[in-house]
C-alpha cells in the first residue's frame, strides 16, 4: 500500500476549537488547526459559503491539511505585528516551519483597494534535519452542498462545483484520491534542511505556477501591510496604557481589523454554528454586524489609533440605517450583511452534522426580525461618541438622527426581545428601556451643541418618564439588584454597562448591589454568564467572554481594583496560545464555546485594558472615557 493510499484511509476528527489560529486579509479568514489543517474559510468574502468547513463537518465539510507524516510536537505563532500565522512542527531531530498567510495588496488601509486575487499561500521551510510532509488538499463548495469534482491542470488541479472554482498550485507529486464523501489531492512532499516549497490556493478559475520569488514578495508585502497598521501610533507596536496587558491588545486589535470589511463593516465573528454548549441547539451565524455594538466598537478603535476604521464604522452603520431608507417603513434593524445582498434569513443546512456532532448548523440569523428597542441608543451613542472625542459631525444626518430620537421616544414602553434575543420574549428589558434613555440623552446632547434640531423638551419628558419606570420596577429591593425585566428576580450581565452609558453613577448604593449581586450569582470561577434565567431554549451555555469584561469595567469605575484585576488576569490567562478567544468559555474546563474569534470578546479586552489604565493613572491615547469622572455628572443631573 502507498503512503498516499494511506492518507485516505485516514478518519477525520475533531479538535478544540482553542486549537486554532485565524489569518486573513479584510476579504476573508481562514481558520488553520494547531496540526496545519485549514478546517474552515469562505470564499470569495467571509459571510459567503464556505469552501473548507470541516470545522462543521469533519467528515464532508472539507479542508486544506499540511503536516509532517508522524510530529511529536506543534506550536504556533503569529510574526509580531502581522496576521501572518507560522505553524511549528517537531520532528525527532527535524523542524519544519509552515507560514500561512492571504495577501492583503500593499496596505489594509480602508480607502486602498482589495487584492487583485483571493489566495492562501503555505510557505513550508525545513530548518533542521529531513521531514516527509503529508497534503489533503479536499474543498467542498457551497457548504459541501454542490457536488465538488477535481480536475488537473497543467500547473496543478482545479476544484469546480457548479459556477465556482478553486485552484491549488505547488503541488508537484499528487494525485486524485477518493476520501468516501468526494475528492481530494493528496501528495508528500520530501524537504532537507534549508529547503522550502509553497503551496497556494487560488479563488480562480485560473491555475497558476507557484513563482517562489512572487510568493516572497507577497509574504514581505503582506508583512509590511499588517506592520504599518499595527504601528501607527508614536508608540508602535508598545501600549504603554495597557500595562502587563500590552500584548493582548495589540492581538485583539489584530483581530478587529481581521473582521472589518473594506466598507468598514465589522463581523461579529468568523464563523457560524460553533456550539454554546456541546451537543446542543444554541448554534448561530454570526457572520453579520450588530448595530448594537457600535459604540463600544468606536471607543475601543478610536482609543486604540485606529480612528479611519471607527469613522468608517459608524459612517457604515448610518448609511445601512439611513441612506438605504428602510428605516421609514421598517424601522431600524438590529443585524445588517457585510455584503450587500446577503441574506439574513435563517436556514438550516440538515447535511452537515455540526462540530463534535452539535446540529443544527445555521447560516442567516432569524434574530434579524426581532424588535430590539436598545438599538436606537446604541446608534445615537456610537454617533455621541464620535463627536465626545472630537469627530466633526455629518450634519446631514440631522433629521435621521433626529428621527431615531422621535422613533425611541413612541415604541420605549412597548416590551421587546433585548439585547441577548430572548426566545421566550418580548419582555419589559431593563437594559433596553436604559438604551433608549441613551438614545434620547444622546440626542439631547446633540441638539444642546447645535448639531440636532429636535423637540428637546418632550425627550427630557420622556427620559424623565422612563428613568422612575427603571428605578421603580427594573430594581429589586429584596435582592438589591437592578435584574433583567420589570418585576423580575433575574440578573443581566448587561445591566453593568450602566456606569460606562452614564446612566447611573458607579458609586451609587444600588450599582454596588447590582455589582455584588452579579459576582454572587452570575459569576463561575472569575467568568461571567449573561443571565441565568429561563430563555426559551434547551440546554445551557458557556460564560460570556465581553460580560466578563463588563464586570471588569464595572469594577474599574468603582475603584475596586483588587478585583477587576483579579478577574481580568483570569480571562487573559483562559485565551488560547495565540491570544485568541471565543465568545464564550466553559468555567470548569476552560474550553472554548460559541464562534471564534468574537470580535465582541476582543473589543470588550481592549475597552477593559482601558478602564484599568485610567483608574490606575495612566496616559490614555484618548482625552477621557465614557463613564468615568468627567462626565458622570451627566447621569446625575437627569
Not at 397 to 422: N, T
Request: net charge negative; hydrophobic share 35%.
Amino acid at each position: 500500500m502507498t503512503d498516499i493510499d494511506e492518507i485516505s484511509r485516514r478518519k477525520p476528527h475533531y479538535r478544540p476549537i482553542e486549537d486554532y489560529g485565524i489569518i486573513g486579509n479584510l476579504c476573508s479568514v481562514a481558520l488553520v488547526r494547531l496540526d496545519g489543517s485549514i478546517d474552515w474559510c469562505c470564499l470569495p468574502n467571509l459571510d459567503s459559503p464556505s469552501v473548507f468547513g470541516a470545522l462543521l463537518d469533519a467528515k464532508k465539510g472539507g479542508y486544506f491539511m499540511v503536516r509532517p507524516s508522524s510530529y511529536t510536537q506543534s506550536s504556533q505563532e503569529y510574526i509580531e505585528g502581522t496576521n501572518i500565522l507560522k505553524t511549528i512542527f517537531r520532528v525527532g531531530g527535524g523542524r519544519i516551519e509552515v507560514c500561512d498567510f492571504m495577501p492583503t495588496g500593499p496596505s489594509v488601509e480602508l480607502q486602498d483597494e482589495a487584492p487583485e486575487h483571493l489566495e492562501i499561500y503555505r510557505r513550508i521551510r525545513c530548518t533542521h534535519g529531513r521531514v516527509e510532509l503529508d497534503v489533503v488538499w479536499a474543498p467542498r463548495h457551497d457548504y459541501a452542498r454542490n457536488t465538488t469534482r477535481i480536475e488537473p491542470t497543467g500547473q496543478g488541479y482545479m476544484a469546480v462545483g457548479s459556477d465556482r472554482y478553486i485552484a491549488l498550485g505547488g503541488l508537484r507529486e499528487g494525485r486524485i484520491i477518493d476520501l468516501g464523501d468526494g475528492p481530494a489531492v493528496a501528495g508528500r512532499i520530501s524537504l532537507r534542511q534549508g529547503e522550502e516549497t509553497t503551496l497556494l490556493t487560488r479563488w480562480d478559475d485560473v491555475v497558476t505556477e507557484v513563482d517562489p520569488e512572487r510568493a516572497s514578495r507577497k509574504s514581505e508585502e503582506t508583512r509590511r501591510a499588517w506592520l504599518d497598521w499595527a504601528t501607527k501610533s508614536e508608540t508602535g507596536l508598545e501600549r504603554p496604557w495597557a500595562g502587563r496587558f500590552e500584548a493582548e491588545v495589540l492581538r485583539s486589535e489584530l483581530v478587529l481589523k481581521l473582521m472589518t470589511r473594506r466598507s468598514g463593516a465589522l463581523a461579529a465573528a468568523a464563523t457560524t454554528s460553533l456550539p454554546e454548549t456541546i451537543h446542543g441547539v444554541r448554534n448561530w451565524d454570526y457572520r453579520f454586524t450588530w448595530i448594537r455594538d457600535a459604540a463600544q466598537i468606536a471607543q475601543a478603535l478610536y482609543a486604540v489609533n485606529h480612528a479611519d476604521e471607527a469613522r468608517a464604522f459608524i459612517k457604515w452603520a448610518e448609511y445601512m440605517a439611513c441612506d438605504n431608507r428602510e428605516f421609514l417603513d421598517e424601522g431600524l434593524k438590529i443585524i445588517y450583511p457585510l455584503t450587500p445582498g446577503t441574506e439574513l434569513t435563517e436556514e438550516t443546512l440538515d447535511h452537515l452534522s455540526g462540530y463534535r456532532h452539535s446540529a443544527p448548523v445555521r447560516i442567516g440569523n432569524g434574530a434579524a426580525g426581532q424588535l430590539q428597542l436598545c438599538v436606537f441608543g446604541e446608534l445615537l451613542d456610537a454617533v455621541y461618541e464620535k463627536v465626545r472625542l472630537g469627530e466633526e459631525f455629518e450634519s446631514d444626518m440631522s433629521d435621521f438622527l433626529k428621527h431615531v430620537a422621535d422613533e425611541a421616544c413612541r415604541a420605549w414602553h412597548h416590551p421587546d426581545f433585548g439585547i441577548w434575543e430572548l426566545k421566550n420574549g418580548p419582555l419589559h428589558n431593563v437594559y433596553s428601556k436604559m438604551m433608549t434613555w441613551v438614545a434620547l440623552d444622546r440626542a439631547c446632547w446633540l441638539a444642546e451643541r447645535g448639531h440636532l434640531d429636535g423637540h428637546i423638551e418632550r425627550w427630557k419628558k420622556t427620559m424623565a418618564k422612563m428613568r422612575a419606570q427603571i428605578l421603580e420596577y427594573g430594581y429589586n429591593d429584596e435582592i438589591d439588584s437592578f435584574v433583567l425585566s420589570f418585576h423580575g428576580d433575574e440578573l443581566d450581565a448587561a445591566n453593568l454597562l450602566m456606569p460606562m452609558m452614564e446612566f447611573f453613577p458607579a458609586d451609587d448604593p444600588r450599582m454596588q448591589n447590582t455589582i455584588d449581586r452579579t459576582l454572587e450569582r452570575l459569576t463561575v470561577e472569575d467568568l461571567v454568564y449573561r443571565y441565568k434565567a429561563d430563555d426559551g431554549l434547551p440546554g445551557d451555555e458557556g460564560a460570556f467572554a465581553l460580560c466578563t469584561c463588563w464586570l471588569v469595567d464595572a469594577l474599574a469605575l468603582s475603584y475596586r481594583l483588587d478585583e477587576a484585576n483579579r478577574i481580568f488576569d483570569n480571562l487573559i490567562a483562559r485565551t488560547n496560545h495565540l491570544g485568541l478567544v471565543s465568545e464564550q468559555i466553559d468555567p470548569a474546563s476552560g474550553e472554548f464555546l460559541g464562534n471564534f474569534p468574537q470580535a465582541y470578546s476582543h473589543l470588550g479586552i481592549i475597552n477593559s485594558a482601558l478602564y484599568l489604565g485610567q483608574r490606575e493613572g495612566r496616559e490614555l491615547p484618548i482625552e477621557s472615557l465614557v463613564g468615568t469622572d468627567t462626565t458622570t455628572s451627566r447621569s446625575r443631573d437627569r
